[in-house]
Nanobody, 130 residues
Framework: EVQLVESGGGSVQAGGSLRLSCAASKDTYSKYCMAWFRQAPEKEREGSEGIAAISTGGDGEYYADSVKGRFTISQDDAKNMLYLQMNHLKPEDTAMYYC????????????????????WGQGTTVTVSS
């Protein structure tokens, strides 16, 4: 049973923008914390990078330094949707992007850890060319 489905990935030139979407089933959409992670092909050994997270009702947003000021996470609770607006994209943003759902509230210092999340999507690919 598919529970989290990402879309919106694609190829774009550096400086461009993309908007990722994550459709969640009612049982998967977290009432606590949802996040975006990414996995770059050359960084498989390091694991996934947590890049943004958002608390229930949009009360709190968290960003990795690598995307702060360029990416914006948002959600639509009525539609069980999570979004990631990505602006000023760079070649180093090239990766597979995943959305994730947590059974706990976003926690400072922990929101970027994969163990905080128990549901994951299959990912959508973003390629940024120079």
């Amino acid at each position: 049973e598919v529970q989290l489905v990402e879309s919106g990935g694609g190829s774009v030139q550096a400086g461009g923008s993309l908007r990722l979407s994550c459709a969640a089933s009612k049982d998967t959409y977290s009432k606590y914390c949802m996040a975006w992670f990414r996995q770059a092909p050359e960084k498989e050994r390091e694991g996934s990078e947590g890049i943004a997270a958002i608390s229930t009702g949009g009360d709190g947003e968290y960003y990795a330094d690598s995307v702060k000021g360029r990416f914006t996470i948002s959600q639509d609770d009525a539609k069980n949707m999570l979004y990631l607006q990505m602006n000023h994209l760079k070649p180093e943003d090239t990766a597979m992007y995943y959305c994730a759902s947590s059974p706990v509230y976003c926690r400072s210092g922990f929101w970027m850890r994969t163990f905080e999340y128990n549901d994951w999507g299959q990912g959508t690919t973003v390629t940024v060319s120079s």
